[in-house]
């Protein structure tokens, strides 16, 4: 093989990798929120001593999980076409929805290495159920998982390349459209591999660092 890399056409075309990159930060920072959220009540539900609150937290779990993430994007976007979502909200729920599964489990386990003793003191000292959860538990838990949480996050941020299956035009998207255009394969996906790259790591210590920094805080609440 001779091929000579041209990285002109990737140039010319860096207006479209602009747009793709602001759409792939928004449909993540959108999925991470949401997933982050749902997956805190789904794993807390799955650590507690209400046998119906785990079973419901187990079925969603198992559920969400083993159906492929592409297929939870197009159960939004054509078996509810009715609902006439936009690609890009179909792709944040079907993002969340899947990713807060693997949130929850984290949570759950994060929860269950925490002596129960601790709330059990927390509740003995006055706070309430969920100051105790707030103060004292979650700050402890959160210390534990966050490395899985940060791991949990970045594959987030990968998978959501997918959703240019469903013309959302994210950077894999672009970098399709850009390949189409200028035959520059190498070089319109090493670009947008970069990126990603870029952003994963930025994620991973953003989620690092705030692990740390909210359970000093919490603990130092308590």
């Known amino acids: 093989m001779d091929y000579k890399f041209d990285w002109g056409p990737i140039w010319d075309n860096r207006g479209l990798i602009a747009e793709g990159l602001v759409t792939t930060i928004a449909l993540s920072l959108a999925a991470l929120v949401l997933a982050a959220a749902l997956g805190l ?3 807390t539900a799955g650590a507690s001593r209400a046998r119906p609150l785990r079973a ?4 969603y779990v198992e559920t969400m999980r083993n159906i492929p993430l592409l297929i939870h994007m197009y159960v939004w976007y054509m078996a509810l076409a009715f609902l006439k979502l936009p690609a890009f909200a179909c792709a944040v729920f079907g993002l969340s929805i899947y990713s807060a599964a693997y949130v929850a489990e984290i949570v759950r386990a994060g929860i269950g290495s925490v002596p129960a003793g601790q709330f059990e003191a927390a509740l003995a000292g006055g706070l309430t159920g969920f100051q105790g959860l707030r103060y004292v538990v979650y700050p402890q838990a959160l ?7 940060a791991s949990v996050m970045s594959q987030l941020i990968k998978d959501s ?11 894999t998207y672009q970098a399709g459209a850009i390949e189409g255009q200028t035959f520059r394969t190498f070089e319109a996906y090493i670009t947008i591999s970069l990126l990603y790259f870029v952003l994963v790591t930025a994620v991973s210590r953003v989620v690092m660092l705030w692990g740390g920094e909210e359970t000093t805080r919490g603990l130092a609440d308590a």
């Open 56 to 59: 419901a937290a187990a079925v």
């Open 143 to 149: 210390r534990i998982v966050a490395p899985s949480l």
């Open 41 to 43: 009540v789904v794993g």
């Open 161 to 171: 390349s997918l959703a240019s299956v469903i013309a959302v035009a994210d950077l």
